[in-house]
């Protein structure tokens, strides 16, 4: 899966776009200090997930308001 995850790696022919969607969505989610799961199965497609960290404040259960 790693290889999906590489900023060069592409499925579509030389002239298409570049392919660098999940490159970019890792960085981000390494940036905040979460990560980015993929899953992939033959036959019954691939999931993605977005981890990210909670915010101080929902961690801490406290509601804001503004």
């Known amino acids: 899966m790693g290889?999906?995850?590489g900023e060069?790696?592409?499925?579509?022919?030389?002239?298409e776009r570049l392919g660098l969607g999940l490159?970019?969505?890792d960085g981000i989610?390494?940036?905040?200090?979460?990560?980015?799961r993929l899953?992939?199965?033959q036959g019954r497609g691939t999931t993605a997930e977005l981890?990210?960290?909670a915010?101080?404040?929902a961690a801490s259960g406290a509601a804001t308001t503004t």
Not at 8 to 15: M, N, Q, V, W
């Open 29 to 36: 989610a390494r940036i905040a200090g979460g990560t980015l």
């Open 8 to 15: 060069l790696f592409t499925g579509r022919a030389f002239g």
């Open 55 to 57: 915010a101080p404040e």
């Open 51 to 53: 981890w990210l960290p």
């Open 23 to 25: 490159s970019l969505v």
């Open 39 to 41: 899953r992939s199965a």
């Open 3 to 5: 290889v999906v995850q």
